[in-house]
């Protein structure tokens, strides 16, 4: 039985990224770390909610993880070059995200002078490896460019990605290792995979630029939740065209950056595997540098979404009910929060989430859909008119309440949460070696209230 339940709410399954999640004997959600076990409902009632639990310990896993896939696969391919990952901030600026990232071998990649400015306050308080480099991309404005100056005088190891030529110039005194984005012409499936970008230099462009002094990175980014495996290497195959005819232009050339995109599923189906995809991005450029007859080239990957998601719950109580008539939901669930605040990407792009109840989970369950507690009707998750199984309210013991855990909310959420009707944000908590932090308060009305000049 207790094994039918799991598989019902695709618990313990490394493949949807939920094998430290499971359900105990009373049917309560239950988040494993070694030999520790959190019940997340008991912390909801400690704590209260709307909550977000951070679990560290899953996002220095993955990041061990791909650092194992990436060395073994090397050594099995005879693959010579390096392997760096670097941290897209913006998918998680917050510092509790950043330095346990960093203390694990992660580099960075930063895409405004906002962002790096936290970079060089990590510097200055030496909570770094000191070989890490920084990539920087994102428009050079004279802060910035300054910023970038200043940290190289200082002895980080910072890298410049160029994407347009005028940034070319500003930085003609910059002495350090420089990138350039291509912009390429290969499309992806994906939610990103818009006909025009701003971003970078077409393959053309870059080559009539002539000799570029330090040139090491050719980067790209093609967008994000790449749907199809087989896009990946299609992308890659293009870039190594310009990167071999780059190479011999500025021969100082010798990595690939093949930025961010790997996928999360979101919706728990199956998805491609990062040990299939390292597998065969090693493979083609072997096949292609040998061809070419070139070094094996250093390679990077900025893969945030990936990383950032699964180390990341949303826990709100249901605190209302509604009838619905005739449609593909039953009742509304009101939860104590707001997807347009607290989720945005349920309203912004559509996004679809892995919805469990955190008790009751043994429960008979009905179709529902969710709403927020801003005064919006924009405000909801229908699961894109679908709808989510969840626990009846009416077979709760007298007294008791239902909640409900949104999976993956580790990536993009917080950077993009906003005080619609001035709801407050959820209280955060992370959760290490047994013992859970409260890393942000609840707001009160007065903290809300300054935000906006009262
Ligand atoms: C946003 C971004 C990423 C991260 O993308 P994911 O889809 O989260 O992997 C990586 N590199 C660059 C340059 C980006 O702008």
């Given at each position: 039985?207790?094994?039918?339940?799991r598989?019902?709410?695709?618990?313990?399954?490394?493949?949807?990224?939920?094998?430290f999640f499971n359900?105990?004997?009373?049917?309560?959600l239950?988040?494993?770390?070694?030999?520790?076990?959190?019940?997340?409902?008991?912390?909801?009632?400690?704590?209260?909610?709307?909550?977000?639990?951070?679990l560290?310990?899953?996002?220095?896993?993955?990041l061990?993880h791909?650092?194992?896939?990436?060395?073994?696969?090397?050594?099995?391919?005879?693959y010579?070059?390096?392997f760096?990952?670097?941290?897209?901030m913006?998918?998680?600026?917050?510092?509790?995200?950043?330095?346990?990232?960093?203390s694990?071998?992660?580099n960075?990649?930063?895409?405004?002078?906002n962002?790096?400015?936290?970079?060089?306050?990590?510097?200055?308080?030496?909570?770094?490896?000191?070989?890490?480099?920084?990539?920087?991309?994102?428009?050079?404005?004279?802060?910035?460019?300054?910023?970038?100056?200043?940290?190289r005088?200082?002895?980080?190891?910072?890298?410049?990605?160029?994407?347009?030529?005028?940034?070319?110039?500003?930085?003609?005194?910059?002495?350090?290792?420089?990138?350039?984005r291509?912009?390429?012409?290969?499309?992806?499936?994906?939610?990103?995979d818009?006909?025009?970008?701003?971003?970078?230099?077409?393959?053309?462009?870059?080559?009539?630029?002539g000799?570029?002094?330090?040139?090491?990175?050719?980067?790209?980014?093609?967008?994000?939740q790449?749907?199809?495996?087989?896009?990946?290497?299609?992308?890659?195959?293009?870039?190594?065209?310009?990167?071999?005819?780059?190479?011999?232009?500025?021969?100082?050339?010798?990595?690939?950056?093949?930025?961010?995109?790997?996928?999360?599923?979101?919706?728990?189906?199956?998805?491609?595997?990062?040990?299939?995809?390292?597998?065969?991005?090693?493979?083609?450029?072997?096949?292609?540098?040998?061809?070419?007859?070139?070094?094996?080239?250093?390679?990077?990957?900025?893969w945030?979404?990936y990383?950032?998601?699964?180390?990341?719950?949303?826990?709100?109580?249901?605190?209302?009910?509604?009838?619905?008539?005739?449609?593909?939901?039953?009742?509304?669930?009101?939860?104590?929060?707001?997807?347009?605040?607290?989720l945005?990407?349920?309203?912004?792009?559509?996004?679809?989430?892995?919805?469990?109840?955190?008790?009751?989970?043994?429960?008979?369950?009905?179709?529902?859909?969710?709403?927020?507690?801003?005064?919006?009707?924009?405000?909801?998750?229908?699961?894109?008119?679908g709808?989510?199984l969840?626990p009846?309210?009416?077979?709760?013991?007298?007294?008791?309440?239902?909640?409900?855990?949104?999976?993956?909310?580790?990536?993009?959420?917080?950077?993009?949460?906003?005080?619609?009707?001035?709801?407050?944000?959820?209280?955060?908590?992370?959760?290490?070696?047994?013992?859970?932090?409260?890393?942000?308060?609840?707001?009160?009305?007065?903290?809300?209230?300054?935000?906006?000049?009262?």
């Amino acid at each position: 039985m207790a094994r039918n339940f799991r598989q019902f709410w695709k618990l313990g399954e490394k493949e949807f990224n939920t094998e430290f999640f499971n359900i105990n004997k009373d049917g309560e959600l239950v988040i494993r770390e070694g030999n520790n076990q959190y019940n997340v409902v008991d912390l909801a009632r400690k704590f209260g909610s709307s909550l977000e639990i951070f679990l560290p310990f899953i996002l220095e896993k993955r990041l061990d993880h791909l650092f194992d896939v990436v060395s073994d696969t090397s050594k099995e391919l005879g693959y010579k070059g390096k392997f760096s990952y670097h941290f897209p901030m913006k998918v998680n600026q917050n510092k509790e995200y950043v330095l346990p990232l960093v203390s694990e071998g992660a580099n960075l990649e930063v895409g405004s002078a906002n962002e790096l400015w936290l970079v060089k306050r990590l510097w200055e308080g030496e909570n770094f490896y000191s070989k890490i480099r920084v990539l920087c991309n994102g428009p050079k404005t004279q802060k910035y460019i300054q910023l970038i100056h200043q940290l190289r005088a200082a002895g980080l190891g910072i890298v410049p990605i160029i994407e347009d030529i005028e940034e070319l110039r500003l930085l003609k005194d910059f002495k350090g290792d420089m990138g350039i984005r291509v912009n390429l012409q290969s499309k992806v499936k994906s939610h990103w995979d818009k006909k025009v970008d701003r971003f970078g230099l077409t393959s053309q462009e870059i080559l009539e630029l002539g000799k570029i002094r330090n040139l090491k990175v050719l980067h790209y980014h093609i967008g994000s939740q790449i749907e199809r495996e087989d896009d990946i290497l299609v992308v890659l195959e293009e870039a190594f065209q310009t990167y071999k005819k780059l190479r011999v232009i500025s021969p100082t050339l010798d990595t690939i950056n093949v930025g961010g995109g790997f996928a999360i599923p979101y919706e728990k189906k199956r998805m491609y595997s990062v040990e299939s995809v390292v597998k065969r991005i090693l493979t083609h450029l072997k096949r292609m540098s040998e061809e070419a007859g070139i070094p094996h080239p250093n390679w990077i990957v900025e893969w945030g979404r990936y990383m950032a998601a699964p180390s990341q719950i949303t826990v709100f109580k249901i605190v209302a009910t509604k009838e619905i008539a005739k449609a593909a939901a039953k009742q509304w669930y009101i939860i104590d929060g707001s997807f347009m605040n607290d989720l945005l990407d349920t309203w912004a792009i559509h996004q679809k989430w892995h919805v469990v109840a955190v008790n009751q989970m043994k429960e008979k369950r009905h179709r529902v859909w969710l709403a927020g507690m801003s005064c919006d009707s924009d405000d909801k998750y229908t699961a894109k008119d679908g709808y989510v199984l969840l626990p009846r309210l009416e077979d709760l013991p007298p007294g008791d309440d239902l909640y409900i855990a949104i999976f993956d909310t580790g990536a993009y959420q917080d950077a993009f949460a906003s005080h619609h009707c001035l709801l407050s944000s959820p209280v955060k908590v992370a959760l290490q070696n047994g013992i859970a932090t409260i890393i942000r308060k609840r707001e009160s009305a007065e903290d809300v209230g300054k935000l906006f000049g009262w």
